[in-house]
């Protein structure tokens, strides 16, 4: 589904806002990272060091208590809410995307796509040429989006993640090694 409200991407800094950010990443990363989660303090502690970068989506849209999304009426005042997030550290001419979420009410709305392109954007200014992610052989929507958006397979972590079953198993997943150069 695109985008049907307005959006804008916004860096992550040392401002009175960032609290809020950092709080609002920590609870998309509870929703989306069923089994490792990072918490305010673990992404306040990313930020602080340099070699690391974060930017949020923030749209007029607003959660309801339950969780779920509901567009703001016309009448309303806008409320902006982050729906998502890009976490992004920087070596030399390398970046690694770290971790990239959107809430689950405003996934396959190009959100994490729209997040990709500003930093593929930011590249030559920034002196990068290439950026690496690592994504769970399983997220198959995820894998699509990169692959569409030029990242390639160049390595696979056999068995590298896992995660329990109902039954109380442990069940394990490849790591995929993925990686855009820019041309």
Not at 153 to 164: A, D, E, M, Q
């Amino acid at each position: 589904m695109p985008m049907n409200r307005p959006v804008s991407i916004v860096p992550v800094k040392n401002t009175a806002q960032a609290a809020d950010w950092v709080k609002q990443i920590a609870e998309i990363e509870r929703l989306v990272q069923l089994q490792d989660a990072w918490d305010e303090q673990s992404v306040t502690k990313l930020l602080h060091q340099d070699i690391n970068h974060g930017w949020v989506v923030i749209t007029e849209e607003k959660l309801e208590d339950n969780g779920s999304s509901k567009q703001t009426s016309p009448q309303a005042t806008p409320q902006t809410v982050t729906v998502a997030y890009c976490l992004v550290s920087t070596v030399f001419e390398t970046a690694e995307i770290l971790r990239i979420g959107t809430h689950p009410d405003f996934q396959r709305r190009g959100y994490a796509q729209s997040l990709i392109e500003q930093l593929i954007a930011q590249m030559p200014d920034k002196g990068l040429d290439s950026i690496l992610l690592e994504v769970r052989a399983d997220n198959e929507g995820a894998i699509r989006l990169y692959q569409k958006m030029g990242f390639e397979v160049i390595h696979t972590r056999k068995g590298y993640y896992t995660s329990s079953k109902p039954s109380g198993e442990t069940e394990r997943c490849d790591a995929l090694i993925m990686q855009y150069t820019r041309a």
